[in-house]
């Protein structure tokens, strides 16, 4: 089908395009499929991308349903939580794309030094061709369709892997790209660990990986094999710090619920907290007052707490509430059968514990305390950088301190999570937490080869003939002071040389221009 005749959606059968489910058998002929897609040239097509794009947003639109009752098996959300930390953020993502990525695909103009011009260069976005985008099963919806409309955006074809995990919203991903995408170019694959060591070990240009530091090591090492560029979206311990400045009222609304979301499963949520001893109790007992305000004296029988994505996970959450040896605020308990794991907050656990070592991807906040703020900064800068990093706090120097202080891949300031909803800003981790960054024009880039071209005049007469052989004592000078003196940009030198016409022709004629006055 050719790329300018493709319509605006592709509704396809099932019969076109038999789903893989835990067979990788299939995966060296999907990757060959989508890699004469993508040769053809039919991805690069701006038409080609629009129409992918809409077909992404109204399979999301018309999948809803679908995707509500699958998001209630895995992850216990109920549909307004799921329209909430899904639906609105990966459909807004998707649309921002839409409604940009062709004035991104633009080539960019930059200058050119007046040593190396004359010259035009420019940067041209290119796709860099098949890229796998590796989805999680904590936001399975917006960690898997945000990076492949990026994907699609940018002119790659792609290859998608929902997490095995989530097998019920795994499901209806697959079915969206199945009924909606273009089968030539956009496939799915679903399965478990073999799946996942068949696929990565396939000759692809890009990987786009969302999950632990663990698993993110393993995808760095299969995408070593081939020199196979990649985002690794991974985590971490983010802290969270209030001191004795902070709107405390504030505080402990947003902490708790950065915290609790998606029952702790968040990659960026607070995973510890740091307080002044100053306002520590105070905080403490704001804090236990909002979980009941939020979730009711029983948070189990809450329609708006979510549950732990399997039985493992909350028996490993289970097994960190023993011996912490710190007094428990709230919560405290587990019920591995329902996957619940009621809403704890642990004061001075030990810092040897478990919760204290470990992402603890769950609802669970352990607590220690500070006297000077240094001491706080201390305690970050000593552990792996943050995926994300959160400060509560009135004071200016405060902030700037915690700035320049410490590294995290994001830093927000009187708030938890909310930052990822920011189209402008880069989500995305540092060292232990990650690299490469997305959203917004962010992602566009990511998963683009930015192209640097520059198209020169073909002048070699005197002056530019001093960079050629053989290199006589008067081409040396020449060179040296070439290089010492024009390392500045054309642009500037031709304006400069307009504004110096237009100066002494002023002059020149400044009796005549006199008159006029």
Known sequence: MAADKTPLLVKNTPSQYPCMIDDPSGIPAAVITVRKGYTSGKTRDLNWRRSQLKALLQGIKEL??????????????????????EFASTTGEISCMLSN?????????????VLVGPAFSYVVPEPYGVVTVIGPWNFPLYCSFVPMAAAIGAGNACILKPSELAPATSAVCAK??????????????????EVAKTLLAQRVDYIFFTGSPQKGRLIAEAAAKHLIPTTLELGGKSPTVVDETANLDNAAKRIVFGRLLNAGQVCIAPDYLLVHTRVKSALLEKMKAVVEEFYGANPQTSTDYGRIITQFHTKRLADMLKG???????????????RYVAPTIIDEPSKDSTMAVEEIFGPILPVWSFSHLDEAIDF???????????LFTSSSANKKAVINRTSSGAMAINETVFQVLNHDLPFGGVGQSGYSA????????????????????TINSYPFSARYPPYTPHKQSLMRFLVNTLQFPQR?????IVITILVVALLSNWKNFAKLF
């Open 324 to 338: 912490h040896g710190g007094k428990v605020i709230c919560g405290g308990t587990a019920d591995v059968e329902d």
């Open 438 to 457: 997305y959203h917004g024009k962010f992602s566009f880039d990511t998963l683009s080869h930015l192209k640097a071209v520059m198209d020169k005049a």
């Open 101 to 113: 990525f062709a004035s991104w695909a633009k080539p960019r103009s930059v200058d050119t030094s």
């Open 380 to 390: 970050i800068n000593e552990r792996e950088k943050p995926l994300a990093l959160y």
């Open 492 to 496: 500037k030198a031709v304006w400069g």
């Open 176 to 193: 969206l790209v199945r009924d909606y995408m273009d089968p030539d170019a956009i496939t799915v694959v679903e399965g478990g660990a």
């Open 64 to 85: 809803e349903s679908e995707f509500v009752e699958a998001l209630k098996t895995d992850l216990g959300k109920n549909p307004f939580m799921s329209w909430f930390s």
